[in-house]
C-alpha cells in the first residue's frame, strides 16, 4: 500500500513545487493537508472491481445460499415426514398387539411386560406407549360395556355385571368417571329412541326428568315456556312433546300451546304429554284430547310416564296407518 | 391342558353370553357348543368335557331327556351337569336333581356367580 503511494505522493509533491497554490491565504502545505490530498488521489488510482460484477456474485453466493436452505429444509421435512409414518406404522402395529391382547380383559403382568417392551422397541416413546395402551384398554373395555348392555335382559344384575367387568379390564374408577360421557354417548347412540320436547318453566322437574328420560334412551331438547318451545320445535323435529301445564304469567299455557301446534300441519299429530298439577284437572276435562295426546298428573313416577308415553306412541303408530 | 365345558343351548344371546363371560374369566377352559340335547350328547361323547351346562327348554330334545341319557351312558356318566334354566319353582329343583344334576342354576345369569359355580365343579376334579 505504502509502495502503491509512493509514485503519487512524489507526483503531488511535484505539483506543488511547480504551481504552488496562489492567493492570499497559501501558505505552504501541512503534513495533514498533503495526506488527505494523498489519501484522495490514492483512493483514485486504486484498482477497482466493477460494481456490477460484485452484484452478480453477492447474487450469485445468494442464490447459492438460498438453494442449499431449501434442500436442506426439504430434507429435513421428508426426514420427518418418514419418521412420522415410521411412528405411525410402528404406533399400528403395536395398537394391534394390544387390541390382541387386552380383547378378553386385561392381560396378565408378564404379557404386559412384554407388550411394553414391543411398543419401545418399536422406537415408540414410552409415554406414548403408555397412552396407545390406556386407549386401548378403555376401548376393549368401552366394546365388552356395550356387548354387556346390549344382552342386559339375560343378566341378573346390570350394575354387577358393570363392575365385574371393571375388574376384568382393570379400569379404575377415575378412568371410567373420565370416560364415562363416551361410555353413555355410545349407549345412547344405539339404543338411540327418538327425540323428545320436553317443554317446563321449573328447572329441577327439567333437569330431573330429563335425565331419566337420557336413561330410557331419547334424546331430550328442554324449552323453558311455550314461546321458547316453538323458536326450537322446527329444528330439533320432535318425536314426542312433554309440556307443563302451567306457565307463569305472559306465556302461553301448555293446553294453548297444543292447540297452536295442533294447527300446525307439521306437529299436529306429535304425540303430546301435559304435566299437570292437581288443580289442573278441571281445565283438561273441559278440552277434548286426541288419541295422541294425553297429560299425567305431578308428581309422576317415571315408569308411569314411560307407561303412558307407549299409549300415546301406539295411538300414533294407529293414526299413521290410517293415513 | 385346557378343561372343557360343554354348554347345550338353544338360544344364541345365551350362549354368546356364557361365551362371553368364561372368555373374560382367565380361567383356561375350552368352551363346546351345543344348540340341542341330542347335539350335547353327541358332543359330550366326543370331547369327554368336565362339566355340563344342560338348558333344560330346547328343541328337537330337552334337557330332560337329555340329562338321562347321558347318566345312563357309562362313557358320561360322572360329568356334573348344571341345569341352566329359567324355571325357578322348587318342584323343578327337586325334579333337575331327581334326573341326576349337581346344581340348578336360574337364569338370568349372574357372570361372577356362573363362574364360581363353574370354577367349583372344574376344582373337584
Known amino acids: 500500500m505504502i509502495e502503491a503511494a509512493r509514485p503519487v505522493i512524489a507526483e503531488v509533491l511535484a505539483s506543488r513545487m511547480k504551481n504552488p497554490p496562489e492567493g492570499p491565504k497559501a501558505s505552504p502545505p501541512g503534513i495533514a493537508e498533503l495526506l488527505q490530498e494523498v489519501s484522495k488521489e490514492a483512493q483514485q488510482h486504486a484498482p477497482t472491481v466493477p460494481r456490477s460484477d460484485i452484484d452478480a456474485k453477492l447474487e450469485e453466493m445468494r442464490r447459492q445460499i438460498e438453494m442449499l436452505t431449501n434442500a436442506l429444509e426439504q430434507e429435513r421435512r421428508v426426514r420427518e415426514e418418514m419418521n412420522q409414518q415410521k411412528l405411525k406404522g410402528a404406533i399400528n402395529q403395536f395398537r394391534a398387539a394390544l387390541e390382541t391382547a387386552w380383547k378378553n380383559g386385561a392381560p396378565k403382568d408378564e404379557e404386559n411386560n412384554r407388550l411394553k417392551r414391543m411398543g419401545l422397541d418399536l422406537g415408540i416413546p414410552e409415554d406414548v406407549v403408555h397412552t396407545v395402551t390406556r386407549e386401548v384398554k378403555l376401548d376393549m373395555y368401552s366394546k365388552a360395556v356395550k356387548e354387556v348392555v346390549a344382552k342386559q335382559k339375560l343378566i341378573r344384575n346390570s350394575s354387577r355385571t358393570l363392575e365385574w367387568l371393571r375388574n376384568v379390564y382393570q379400569v379404575s374408577l377415575d378412568e371410567y368417571l373420565e370416560y364415562e360421557s363416551k361410555f353413555l354417548m355410545d349407549l345412547v347412540a344405539d339404543q338411540y329412541k327418538g327425540t323428545i320436547l320436553l317443554v317446563a318453566a321449573d328447572e329441577k322437574i327439567s333437569v330431573e326428568t330429563g335425565q331419566k328420560l337420557k336413561s330410557m334412551g331419547y334424546a331430550v331438547v328442554t324449552a323453558t315456556s311455550p314461546e321458547n318451545a316453538l323458536e326450537k320445535i322446527e329444528k330439533i323435529n320432535p318425536h314426542f312433546i312433554l309440556c307443563d301445564m302451567e306457565f307463569p304469567a305472559g306465556n302461553l299455557s301448555g293446553i294453548k300451546f297444543l292447540h297452536v301446534l295442533r294447527a300446525n300441519s307439521k306437529f299436529n299429530y306429535t304425540p303430546f304429554i301435559l304435566m299437570c298439577g292437581a288443580g289442573d284437572m278441571s281445565q283438561l276435562e273441559s278440552s277434548e284430547l286426541r288419541p295422541t295426546e294425553g297429560y299425567i298428573q305431578k308428581p309422576f313416577d317415571i315408569d308411569a310416564l314411560g307407561a303412558e308415553m307407549n299409549k300415546k306412541l301406539m295411538a300414533f303408530r294407529q293414526y299413521l296407518s290410517s293415513i | ?125
Not at chain 2, 344364541?12 to 368364561?22: H, T
Not at chain 2, 377352559?29 to 355340563?52: C, Q, R
Open chain 2, 1 to 125: 391342558m385346557s378343561k372343557v365345558v360343554l354348554l347345550a343351548e338353544d338360544d344364541e344371546d345365551n350362549r354368546d353370553l356364557v361365551q362371553f363371560v368364561l372368555m373374560r374369566s382367565k380361567m383356561d377352559i375350552k368352551l363346546v357348543l351345543a344348540e340341542n340335547g341330542e347335539e350335547a350328547v353327541e358332543l359330550a361323547k366326543k370331547h369327554a368335557p368336565s362339566l355340563i351346562l344342560m338348558d333344560m327348554q330346547m328343541p328337537v330334545m330337552d334337557g330332560w331327556t337329555a340329562v338321562p341319557i347321558l347318566k345312563a351312558d357309562e362313557q358320561t356318566k360322572d360329568i356334573p351337569v348344571i341345569a341352566f334354566t329359567a324355571q325357578t319353582k322348587a318342584e323343578d329343583r327337586a325334579r333337575t336333581q331327581e334326573i341326576g344334576c349337581v346344581e340348578h342354576y336360574a337364569k338370568p345369569m349372574d357372570p361372577e356367580e356362573l363362574l364360581t359355580l363353574i370354577q367349583k365343579y372344574l376344582n373337584k376334579e
